[in-house]
């Protein structure tokens, strides 16, 4: 709160935070790095939903002010143990749309997501993938846009300007690349 108290200390997951996202209706999103997420009622503090994305990190989670999560990652690569240091996961990425408490939509993506934001109009989702491309969706349905390769190795951040039709995207090269939005 505004003298700086926790208002709410929300436990239950048995893995690393690695994605939160605010809904509508005061409520938060968080996902870890083995696959589950948790939609919390932020008056009372309690989870309201779980899911199980699947056996692997979430990358992020991007709300709509309609309330849709979506969700982004991959599962871990086969025979990757637990103990396994820096563990890899698998090349098949997945995208999951959440709508209400309920899995709306679980499609494969074309490579691992690792991070996205969406438009300030809401218009579209935009996904930076480890192959180095940019996706843009629709995000109400999922349907690819279009896409474009957009950095020399993995897009580990993205981020629209509030003001300007701009795009900021990091990339694991230790560079940033501001490209026109549209």
């Known amino acids: 709160d505004s003298t ?7 436990t239950g997951h048995a893995a690393p935070i690695t ?5 509508p209706g005061d409520r938060l999103a968080s996902a870890d790095e083995a696959g589950a997420i948790r939609i919390w009622n932020g008056v009372t503090g309690k989870a309201t939903a ?4 699947w ?10 002010a309609e309330g849709q999560l979506w969700v982004g990652g991959a599962p871990w690569a086969p025979g990757s143990g637990p103990d396994k240091l820096h563990r890899p996961t698998s090349k098949e990425g997945r995208y999951l749309r959440i709508e209400g408490e309920a899995i709306a939509w679980n499609g494969a993506a074309p490579a691992v997501p690792l991070a996205a934001d969406l438009s300030p109009d809401g218009r579209s989702l935009v996904v930076g993938h480890d192959d180095g491309t940019l996706r843009w969706l629709d995000p109400r349905t999922g349907a690819e846009i279009r896409s474009r390769n957009s ?5 580990v951040s993205v981020r629209f300007s ?5 795009l900021a ?6 560079t940033v690349r501001l490209l026109a939005a549209d």
């Open 4 to 10: 700086g108290n926790v208002r709410h200390l929300l």
């Open 19 to 23: 994605a939160v996202a605010f809904l």
């Open 50 to 53: 779980t899911f199980q994305a």
């Open 55 to 64: 056996d692997g990190p979430v990358r992020f989670l991007v709300a709509t």
């Open 151 to 155: 950095a020399t190795g993995p897009i």
């Open 162 to 166: 509030p003001r300007e039709p701009r």
């Open 169 to 174: 995207v990091g990339g694991a090269d230790g």
